[in-house]
């Protein structure tokens, strides 16, 4: 069975510092793969999506990158965090030609 | 995109049937509706998806309009596990196939004994 797998369930950074968020999916191959942030008390915001190794679309413009090395694996990074970056963070796949999403357990990043 | 427009927050006693509506007017004849559900601090779960025929599953029933500009997703008998946000969306193919799901704000149910 398939399974995605995202990491860390919750992480405190201050203003300025990189990050990386790591997402695999495990059970598939060439999954469609998806970044979402929620910030608190709002609804998903779709930030990246890919359909295969290098392809990466960006949703909207903002401090944050994606980058997909492995067919399976979906990175989350920025060079240096805002405040405005808090938020929980979601991973998510969906079968290349399938229907439904499958979504990780999330991230909830708070930058101080 | 097709936009999807629901109610904020709905309440539903125990055992009885929620029914949550979602209107989605400007829907294309190849876009198919969505039902999500998020539990709070988890991710969001599928729940079930239709083109324009009634379907049905374990969870739940949906009901497209005739015209596919509503719908309505079913929980026959909620219990207090099923207060959650409610997504309705609508799918938008992307390059290579699968979908690009957008989500709204959903509608916040909340059971009650």
């Known amino acids: 069975s398939q399974t995605i797998h995202q990491w860390p369930a919750t992480l405190v950074q201050p203003v300025g510092s990189p990050l990386s968020l790591e997402c695999t999916v495990e059970g598939t191959s060439n999954p469609n793969l998806y970044w979402y942030r929620q910030a608190a008390g709002r609804g998903l915001q779709l930030l990246f999506y890919?359909?295969?190794?290098?392809?990466i679309s960006s949703e909207v413009p903002q401090n944050l990158s994606a980058s997909r090395p492995q067919d399976r694996q979906f990175i989350l990074s920025s060079k240096k965090l805002l405040l405005s970056d808090s938020g929980f963070y979601l991973c998510?796949?969906?079968?290349?030609?399938?229907?439904?999403?499958?979504f990780g357990q999330g991230t909830r990043l708070t930058v101080v | 995109d097709a936009k999807t427009t629901q109610p904020t927050s709905m309440d539903c006693a125990e055992g009885r049937a929620a029914n949550l509506p979602c209107n989605h007017s400007t829907i294309s004849g190849n876009e198919y509706v969505y039902w999500y559900r998020q539990i709070h601090s988890q991710g969001p779960q599928y729940i079930i998806h239709?083109?324009?025929n009634n379907e049905t599953n374990e969870m739940a029933s949906l009901i497209i309009t005739e015209d596919r500009k509503s719908s309505t997703l079913i929980l026959p008998h909620a219990t207090l596990r099923d207060t959650a946000v409610y997504y309705c969306i609508v799918r938008v193919g992307v390059t290579g196939g699968g979908n690009k799901l957008t989500f709204g704000t959903g509608t916040q149910l909340k059971v009650e004994l």
């Open positions: 239709g083109l324009k």
């Open positions: 998510a796949w969906s079968p290349l030609w399938g229907t439904e999403a499958f």
């Open positions: 890919s359909v295969g190794i290098g392809q």
